[in-house]
């Protein structure tokens, strides 16, 4: 029977390539929800001493074939290898990236084993109902993305594009086994004779590494204006890339072109110049942590995943950041940068308006976006910033990196709390979540990866939940001695009754998102990549609707669960009338009976 999720370690010179702890903790997520292991494959000569590695990146076990034969990749020792490996063990799952290695090796281990291939993967999911790989990948020249599974054959087999996923954070002191296995190879394996191995030194960086990047598009106007990115991005220590639309025209090398038919990334920082925003190059780097884009047309779809927008002439505003990058270098600390409008910068959120939606963004991915006191402070105050806003109509909160929206409470700050402490760091955390629950805005949670503890505390207290088919939830606070604490317990039972807020909360078992979904704790569940899409239009929809109304209708229903029934209808009748007395009530049924479309105001 196949069992376990394995992943192809890439090597090179005896150095793991990044590729491969993306997939192992790829491989992490699946195998969780498999209730088995991940199984890392490794091949190479003299490299045993880097299986540890891939342990502590998230690997069970690490299966290690050190031969002098597998000193430099070529293709028959390395594929004879492996097929040994998985006709020996029947994995369920194994995964390669799409290099040049990742892409010679994997057709020919499928072919070998007899089963399916989907290769340059943009994404990995497992079908709720079938446990099946759900495989995406684009299609018809990147225009269509199309969800492969491989039924009736063993194992199911993916390339994935390096940067797509991310690795786990390293942890020393995870526990794995490393297991020696002999393959018989000699030199009638070797098909080819290498003679000489020349290093061809890099020109071009591989920017699915990079920290920041600064990416031009058509909008740029020519590949003379590419020095001015070139600029931007040495001042603040990134690279450059470019859309399809510049490298096909030439201004750009392919090896620099972000999205479905180039390379996909997620840097801390991404410029996007002069791009208008095509969902193939969304595709490519909408996992980046902050997005901020400048382009002269203010209906462009960058703005749909920008963190901040800029409407303007990108060879007037690209100059004046240019200057002032360069002199908060200078100057340091002491730096006073020009009035920021609505951005506001925290320690460890980000915020931001546009177009009437707010964004706030926990940013520790690092924590994956745990909770600690300063943190909870900081929402707090953005929730007090909002409630005063009244150009902001819906408040959107999500989580930075890709594998968390928030994953609880900072446990290394409450492990030392005594009983007043942890009073109040629970009064904190319920007073801010509050805070949210109570704004008159419509608050969304992007749900992006796990939501456990504090985090789906959070989620409850907005008003709707989009979450990604990766995303996990839960309260697993019985694990540690205590119980929820930031109102799980109460918010809990509300959403989905009392039988399964028990469950979740005794067992502290994570829950998948379809199964959030079937019982009610979310609102909808949507791909990865169409997640930020998904929020965005809900927003927009709400929008385009009479606001006030929908605030007196999130008042009654919010204030009416704690109140019988005849009560709650009283409530609903004093929201119902407070209606008449704006000019939305009037306007929304003029353009009902006149058969045109309302134009809103109040709020």
Same mark, same amino acid.
């Given at each position: 029977?196949?069992?376990? !999720?394995?992943?192809?370690?890439?090597?090179?010179?005896?150095?793991?390539?990044?590729?491969?702890?993306?997939?192992?903790?790829?491989?992490?997520?699946?195998?969780?929800?498999?209730?088995?292991?991940?199984?890392?494959?490794?091949?190479?000569?003299?490299?045993?001493?880097?299986?540890?590695?891939?342990?502590?990146?998230?690997?069970? $076990?690490?299966?290690?074939?050190?031969?002098?034969?597998?000193?430099?990749?070529?293709?028959?020792?390395? %594929?004879?290898?492996?097929?040994?490996?998985?006709? *020996?063990?029947?994995?369920?799952?194994?995964?390669?990236?799409?290099?040049?290695?990742?892409?010679?090796? %994997?057709?020919?281990?499928?072919?070998?084993?007899?089963?399916?291939?989907?290769?340059?993967?943009?994404?990995?999911?497992?079908?709720?109902?079938?446990?099946?790989?759900?495989?995406?990948?684009?299609?018809?020249? &990147?225009?269509?993305?199309?969800?492969?599974?491989?039924?009736?054959?063993?194992?199911?087999?993916?390339?994935?594009?390096?940067?797509?996923?991310?690795?786990?954070?390293?942890?020393?002191?995870?526990?794995?086994?490393?297991?020696?296995?002999?393959?018989?190879?000699?030199?009638?394996?070797?098909?080819?004779?290498?003679?000489?191995?020349?290093?061809?030194?890099?020109?071009?960086?591989?920017?699915?590494?990079?920290?920041?990047?600064?990416?031009?598009?058509?909008?740029?106007?020519?590949?003379?204006?590419?020095?001015?990115?070139?600029?931007?991005?040495?001042?603040?220590?990134?690279?450059?890339?470019?859309?399809?639309?510049?490298?096909?025209?030439?201004?750009?090398?392919?090896?620099?072109? !972000?999205? +479905?038919?180039?390379?996909?990334?997620?840097?801390?920082?991404?410029?996007?110049?002069?791009?208008?925003?095509?969902?193939?190059?969304? @595709?490519?780097?909408?996992?980046?942590?902050?997005?901020? @884009? !400048?382009?002269?047309? *203010?209906?462009?779809?960058?703005?749909?995943?920008?963190?901040?927008?800029?409407?303007?002439?990108?060879?007037?505003?690209?100059?004046?950041?240019?200057?002032?990058?360069?002199?908060?270098?200078?100057?340091?600390?002491?730096?006073?940068?020009?009035? %920021?409008?609505?951005?506001?910068?925290?320690?460890?959120?980000?915020?931001?308006?546009?177009?009437?939606?707010?964004?706030?963004?926990?940013?520790?991915?690092?924590?994956?976006?745990?909770?600690?006191?300063?943190?909870?402070?900081?929402?707090? %105050?953005?929730?007090?910033?909002?409630?005063?806003?009244?150009? !902001?109509?819906?408040?959107?909160?999500? &989580?930075?990196?890709?594998?968390?929206?928030?994953?609880?409470?900072?446990?290394?700050?409450?492990? *030392?709390?005594? $009983? $007043?402490?942890?009073?109040?760091?629970?009064?904190?955390?319920?007073?801010?979540?509050?805070?949210?629950?109570?704004?008159?805005?419509?608050?969304?949670?992007?749900?992006?990866?796990?939501?456990?503890?504090? &985090?789906?505390?959070?989620?409850?207290?907005?008003?709707?939940?989009?979450?990604?088919?990766?995303?996990?939830?839960? +309260?697993?606070?019985?694990?540690?001695?205590?119980?929820?604490?930031?109102?799980?317990?109460?918010?809990?039972?509300?959403?989905?009754?009392?039988?399964?807020?028990?469950?979740?909360?005794?067992?502290?078992?994570?829950?998948?998102? $379809?199964?959030?979904?079937?019982?009610?704790?979310?609102?909808?569940?949507?791909?990865?990549?169409?997640?930020?899409?998904?929020?965005?239009?809900?927003?927009?929809?709400?929008?385009?609707?009479?606001?006030?109304?929908?605030? +007196?209708?999130?008042?009654?229903?919010?204030?009416?669960?704690?109140?019988?029934?005849? +009560?709650?209808?009283?409530?609903?009748?004093?929201?119902?009338?407070?209606?008449?007395?704006?000019?939305?009530?009037?306007?929304?049924?003029?353009?009902?009976?006149?058969?045109?479309?309302?134009?809103?105001?109040?709020?």
């Amino acid at each position: 029977m196949s069992k376990n !999720v394995y992943v192809f370690a890439e090597q090179r010179d005896g150095v793991i390539q990044s590729v491969a702890y993306e997939l192992v903790g790829e491989a992490a997520n699946l195998a969780e929800d498999l209730k088995q292991k991940v199984v890392a494959v490794l091949l190479g000569d003299q490299i045993t001493d880097q299986a540890e590695d891939l342990i502590a990146h998230g690997a069970d $076990e690490v299966v290690v074939i050190d031969h002098p034969t597998l000193a430099e990749y070529m293709t028959e020792p390395y %594929a004879k290898a492996l097929t040994q490996v998985v006709r *020996d063990e029947e994995p369920e799952i194994v995964l390669f990236g799409a290099t040049s290695i990742g892409r010679d090796l %994997a057709p020919r281990i499928s072919a070998r084993v007899k089963t399916g291939l989907t290769a340059d993967c943009t994404a990995l999911a497992l079908d709720p109902q079938s446990k099946l790989l759900r495989m995406t990948r684009p299609a018809f020249g &990147g225009n269509l993305m199309a969800v492969i599974l491989c039924k009736n054959h063993r194992p199911q087999m993916a390339t994935v594009r390096p940067g797509v996923m991310q690795p786990m954070e390293k942890d020393t002191a995870r526990k794995g086994i490393v297991r020696k296995v002999e393959c018989d190879l000699s030199a009638k394996d070797q098909t080819v004779e290498i003679l000489e191995v020349i290093r061809q030194k890099k020109k071009i960086a591989d920017i699915t590494q990079a920290k920041y990047i600064v990416s031009g598009g058509r909008g740029m106007g020519g590949k003379e204006n590419f020095a001015m990115l070139r600029e931007l991005a040495g001042a603040i220590g990134g690279e450059v890339a470019a859309s399809r639309g510049a490298v096909d025209l030439g201004w750009m090398e392919k090896d620099l072109q !972000v999205g +479905q038919t180039g390379k996909t990334v997620r840097p801390e920082l991404y410029f996007a110049c002069g791009i208008s925003g095509a969902i193939q190059h969304v @595709a490519g780097m909408e996992n980046s942590q902050v997005v901020i @884009a !400048v382009n002269k047309n *203010d209906t462009a779809p960058i703005f749909d995943v920008a963190d901040l927008g800029v409407v303007g002439d990108i060879h007037v505003i690209l100059p004046k950041l240019i200057e002032a990058v360069k002199a908060a270098k200078v100057a340091g600390i002491a730096y006073v940068a020009p009035d %920021a409008g609505d951005v506001v910068g925290m320690k460890n959120v980000l915020y931001n308006v546009q177009n009437g939606i707010a964004w706030l963004t926990i940013n520790r991915p690092k924590s994956l976006n745990a909770l600690n006191k300063q943190t909870l402070i900081e929402i707090g %105050a953005v929730a007090d910033k909002v409630r005063e806003d009244a150009s !902001v109509k819906v408040l959107v909160v999500r &989580g930075a990196g890709g594998r968390a929206f928030v994953a609880g409470a900072d446990i290394t700050e409450m492990q *030392d709390m005594n $009983e $007043e402490e942890g009073r109040a760091i629970a009064a904190l955390g319920q007073s801010t979540f509050n805070k949210l629950a109570s704004l008159p805005q419509i608050v969304i949670a992007a749900v992006n990866g796990y939501a456990l503890g504090g &985090g789906n505390e959070l989620a409850m207290a907005c008003d709707i939940r989009i979450a990604s088919n990766r995303a996990k939830f839960g +309260q697993p606070e019985v694990n540690l001695g205590v119980i929820p604490g930031f109102g799980g317990t109460q918010r809990l039972s509300r959403l989905v009754g009392k039988g399964y807020a028990k469950e979740i909360i005794f067992t502290a078992d994570m829950i998948s998102a $379809e199964e959030a979904y079937r019982i009610g704790l979310v609102n909808k569940v949507v791909a990865p990549e169409a997640l930020m899409r998904t929020v965005q239009n809900i927003a927009m929809k709400l929008m385009s609707k009479g606001m006030f109304a929908i605030k +007196q209708a999130k008042q009654a229903i919010n204030n009416g669960v704690v109140i019988d029934l005849d +009560q709650g209808l009283d409530l609903e009748a004093d929201k119902w009338t407070e209606c008449f007395a704006t000019y939305d009530q009037k306007e929304g049924m003029a353009a009902f009976v006149e058969k045109r479309k309302p134009s809103f105001k109040d709020f």
